[in-house]
T-cell receptor
Framework: KQEVTQIPAALSVPEGENLVLNCSFTDSAIYNLQWFRQDPGKGLTSLLLIQSSQREQTSGRLNASLDKSSGRSTLYIAASQPGDSATYLCAVHNAGNMLTFGGGTRLMVKP | DADVTQTPRNRITKTGKRIMLECSQTKGHDRMYWYRQDPGLGLRLIYYSFDVKDINKGEISDGYSVSRQAQAKFSLSLESAIPNQTALYFC???????????????FGPGTRLTVL
């Protein structure tokens, strides 16, 4: 059974810092990996989808990498802003396009 | 207007009541999903549907049923609600009718359900 772990569970940084969020998964036979953002009491917003054949994907200040063989993905946020404060979730696409989610990293960016 | 909508957004009910949560989408996607989110447990898949005639159980389907009324509508029912079904429920959609296609999933705003 696929298990997805995100470290750290919570992170607090001053505005302007570059930061890295980590995601690891136990079964490397994944199809895609997707990063989401969730604001308190809100739904999930898709940030990036990395296809299994890709190594990384970029969108604005966000860069996500994928290393299937080691079962890891990282989400890099450049020049963090208070508006980036949210919970970040990674999810792997398994057979049948079912997602297995990590527990999330709660990010606080202080002005 | 939101592409994936859920109704109601909040619901408080009592043990033993029947509850239906509804999801509608305007993205034209074939696939729809229901998840629940619990603190400390993350999101878990309840049911999913690849098209109107295709319904599949997910990881935690016991105590739930679903209906895919049309391509755009997917409802989740709790036939007899119990307190441990208190959670945040999300509907999601993705493209790809063909088996083996794995596409980005898009989520609705969620329904917060409390069972007393």
């Amino acid at each position: 059974k696929q298990e997805v772990t995100q470290i750290p569970a919570a992170l607090s940084v001053p505005e302007g810092e570059n930061l890295v969020l980590n995601c690891s998964f136990t079964d490397s036979a994944i199809y895609n990996l997707q990063w989401f953002r969730q604001d308190p009491g809100k739904g999930l917003t898709s940030l990036l989808l990395i296809q299994s054949s890709q190594r990384e994907q970029t969108s604005g200040r966000l860069n996500a990498s994928l290393d299937k063989s080691s079962g890891r993905s990282t989400l890099y946020i450049a020049a963090s802003q208070p508006g980036d404060s949210a919970t970040y979730l990674c999810a792997v696409h398994n057979a049948g396009n079912m997602l297995t989610f990590g527990g999330g990293t709660r990010l606080m960016v202080k002005p | 207007d939101a592409d994936v909508t859920q109704t109601p957004r909040n619901r408080i009910t009592k043990t033993g009541k029947r509850i239906m949560l509804e999801c509608s989408q305007t993205k034209g996607h074939d696939r729809m999903y229901w998840y629940r989110q619990d603190p400390g447990l993350g999101l878990r898949l309840i049911y999913y549907s690849f098209d109107v005639k295709d319904i599949n159980k997910g990881e935690i389907s016991d105590g739930y049923s679903v209906s895919r009324q049309a391509q755009a509508k997917f409802s989740l029912s709790l036939e007899s609600a119990i307190p441990n079904q208190t959670a945040l429920y999300f509907c999601a959609t993705s493209e790809g009718r063909l088996a083996g296609s794995y596409n980005e999933q898009f989520f609705g705003p969620g329904t917060r359900l409390t069972v007393l």
